[in-house]
């Protein structure tokens, strides 16, 4: 089971605590039973100079049976134990046990190793020294006080007594007391240490817990909850708690945190919505690029090739359409034939025409560039065909963008286009119709447009794709298919493109476009 913060920073700063408090209450223990000892120490020396005081008047007279009932009344006494009084050679003496009067203690027991614990025995020890601690075979602790009695000068200056000058020490008086009370209170004081010491860790814990839990527990409990959420994809919340210190600073660095990631994520859906539609509108300008590539590539072959087979083929027609006038103009010929002939000169011009076309197709002419306005040589387009029969029943309708700057081009080459365009346009209309002519720039100012629309037939979808082609026609009876060709291909070299859009029955757009940094191509 894995344990909560709240838990694990409350067991650890518990344990801390119980182990400190622990120390402290064994060196208060252990200083109060210090305390205790010393005490007993010193009431047992005061009972023991209290016993000699009171035995010192008998002890002169020699009065021993006066003696011993003042040992045995005061051994009688409530705390006290044993009393005994040992002379200088170990012989008890007096005693509150009469059983033991008479016997001697060796020098090594506990009642005199105080004195004669080393080769020099001691005349003086301290109340400390001279005390002892035991416990007796019932299991009873006691506490032992030898006490020395010593010559004084109205002891051995009594008529009656027998111990010399030179002793300094008669004897001893072992005082044994019962440490129950001690004990008692040691016990007593430790179960009020116990006691204390869970009180104080229960309110310790309580408290520690409550500044835990507002402090520590429940700001990580809200980043924990904020990144759940996250998880989840919830990105409109953030974490409300104020704090200072580290903890408010890891709060706002969530919030900051969570902000950058809704920023990423509505770009990356944004980015998710726009694919498709950038992906196709990429696809298409590589397709229109690679059919421009390949359209290219398919002129500039076919160029080769029409270059070769008009060459040969122009010389047989020159000859042919010279002696065919010739024959034609000889007073000799039979009338019935001159028709004849004439259709063999117009059916040769024609051929000359279309081997023209051919070579204006296949010959790479080099652009004659010189500034001019698009607006003015889209009027003079016009004012070459615009009288023709073919436009008697078509509106042109003229919206010119007035401040279009001039350009770097060839104007006959561009005035060539233009024409053939509008040509287009007006056999598209044979009943009729209308032609809009439009110029202007884009938006973004790096190309100069011409859009020239009609209301005719429109061109299918299957032949859109091939109207630049050579020798691609609609027309039954006359036309090259080479007016395109050659209008995509001057264009091309002034590094423009030609867009169309048709709808068959609604009509055809044709929307020439020039970069207005023009450069001459040499």
């Known amino acids: 089971m894995r344990l909560r913060l709240i838990s694990k920073l409350t067991i650890s700063t518990n344990m801390v605590l119980l182990i400190f408090m622990v120390i402290f209450a064994y060196v208060n223990l252990a200083a109060l039973k210090k305390l205790l000892i010393e005490e007993a120490v010193t009431d047992a020396d005061k009972l023991g100079e209290t016993i000699i005081r009171a035995t010192q008047h008998q002890m002169v007279h020699d009065d021993r049976q006066r003696i011993q009932q003042v040992i045995k009344e005061v051994?009688?006494?409530?705390?006290?134990?044993?009393?005994?009084?040992?002379?200088?050679?170990?012989?008890?003496?007096?005693?509150?046990?009469?059983?033991?009067?008479?016997?001697?203690?060796?020098?090594?027991?506990?009642?005199?190793?105080?004195?004669?614990?080393?080769?020099?025995?001691?005349?003086?020890?301290?109340?400390?020294?001279?005390?002892?601690?035991?416990?007796?075979?019932?299991?009873?602790?006691?506490?032992?006080?030898?006490?020395?009695?010593?010559?004084?000068?109205?002891?051995?200056?009594?008529?009656?007594?027998?111990?010399?000058?030179?002793?300094?020490?008669?004897g001893v008086l072992d005082v044994t007391v019962p440490l129950d009370r001690m004990n008692a209170q040691l016990n007593s004081y430790r179960g009020t240490t116990i006691a204390v010491t869970i009180l104080l860790m229960g309110l310790i814990s309580l408290c520690i817990t409550i500044f835990i839990q507002q402090l520590v527990n429940q700001p990580v409990q809200q980043l924990l909850k904020h990144t759940e959420q996250l998880a989840r994809g919830e990105m409109d919340t953030s974490v409300s708690f104020t704090s200072g210190g580290e903890l408010g600073e890891l709060a706002d660095s969530f919030n900051n945190m969570t902000m950058k990631l809704k920023r990423a994520r509505a770009e990356l859906e944004d980015w998710g919505k726009n694919l498709e539609s950038k992906v196709e509108e990429r696809t298409h300008e590589i397709t229109d690029i690679q059919a421009q590539l390949i359209r290219s590539e398919k002129l500039a072959s076919l160029g080769e090739l029409v270059a070769g087979i008009a060459h040969e083929i122009n010389n047989p027609l020159t000859g042919i359409l010279v002696f065919s006038s010739l024959v034609s103009k000889d007073p000799k010929l039979d009338p019935s034939l001159k028709d004849d002939l004439e259709i063999v000169v117009q059916q040769t011009e024609r051929c000359s025409q279309i081997v023209k076309g051919l070579l204006d197709f296949s010959r790479e002419s080099v652009p004659q560039k010189k500034f001019s306005s698009l607006n003015r040589i889209m009027d003079m387009s016009l004012s070459l065909i615009e009288r023709q029969v073919l436009f008697q029943n078509i509106?042109?309708?003229?919206?010119?963008?007035?401040?279009?700057?001039?350009?770097?081009?060839?104007?006959?080459?561009?005035?060539?286009?233009?024409?053939?365009?509008?040509?287009?346009?007006?056999?598209s209309m044979l009943d009729g119709g209308d032609l809009q002519i439009c110029t202007g720039m884009t938006t973004d100012g790096c190309h100069e447009f011409v859009s020239i629309s009609d209301t005719g037939c429109g061109i299918s979808e299957e032949n859109l794709v091939k109207i630049f082609d050579p020798f691609f026609t609609t027309k039954s009876t006359k036309g090259t298919?080479?007016?395109?060709?050659?209008?995509y291909g001057i264009i091309n070299n002034h590094s423009g493109t030609i867009e169309v859009e048709s709808k068959v029955g609604s009509g055809t757009t044709f929307t020439i476009m020039l970069p207005t940094r023009l450069t001459e191509i040499l």
């Open 75 to 170: 051994g009688a006494e409530k705390g006290i134990d044993h009393i005994r009084m040992i002379n200088k050679n170990g012989r008890i003496i007096y005693s509150t046990q009469e059983e033991e009067i008479g016997t001697f203690l060796d020098k090594k027991a506990e009642a005199c190793n105080m004195c004669h614990s080393s080769s020099n025995p001691r005349t003086h020890a301290s109340s400390m020294n001279r005390s002892r601690i035991f416990t007796r075979h019932d299991g009873k602790q006691l506490l032992g006080l030898a006490k020395a009695i010593y010559n004084e000068e109205s002891c051995f200056s009594a008529k009656c007594h027998f111990h010399p000058e030179r002793f300094r020490v008669l």
């Open 395 to 427: 509106t042109i309708t003229k919206d010119y963008s007035t401040d279009l700057p001039d350009m770097l081009l060839d104007p006959n080459q561009v005035e060539q286009v233009f024409v053939n365009m509008i040509l287009n346009a007006g056999q």
């Open 481 to 487: 298919g080479l007016g395109l060709s050659v209008s």
